[in-house]
């Protein structure tokens, strides 16, 4: 019988072996970008970062948050702003601050009317 055996901890004296536990240090940084990759939003990113250092450091490379600029807000991939991180939070700002947080009202009463249809502007939010 090889690999890891799953024993509960009160026959672990039985053990000749015991199993030592496991750190967050010993996973190596492919696999903690991976994980960072899966992460749906940018709050849960934040809360990686704050883990430790190597954490902040995966969690702060500008692939991750260029890729969540692209799928979040359909910005083009092809720009090159000086932070994709930036660029997120100011997106992040103004559509959810600004324009969500004011009543249909108050965002609606901007548009003109062309007969029974508004012309203005959409935004659609993901």
């Not at 559509?95 to 249809?117: C, H, K, N, P, T």
Request: proline share 6%.
């Amino acid at each position: 019988m090889s690999g890891p055996i799953i024993v509960h901890p009160l026959f672990q004296h039985t053990l000749a072996w015991v199993p030592e536990e496991r750190t967050l240090e010993e996973v190596p940084n492919d696999v903690l970008h991976l994980i960072a990759q899966r992460l749906p939003t940018h709050q849960q990113l934040c809360v990686l970062a704050c883990v430790n250092r190597r954490c902040r450091e995966v969690a702060e490379a500008e692939e991750l948050w260029r890729q969540m600029c692209v799928t979040r807000f359909a910005i083009t991939s092809h720009c090159s702003p000086p932070s994709w991180r930036k660029l997120y939070e100011f997106n992040h700002c103004f559509l959810y601050q600004v324009l969500l947080s004011r009543s249909a009202e108050q965002f609606s009463s901007g548009f003109s009317r062309s007969g029974s249809a508004f012309v203005g502007i959409g935004i659609a939010i993901a």
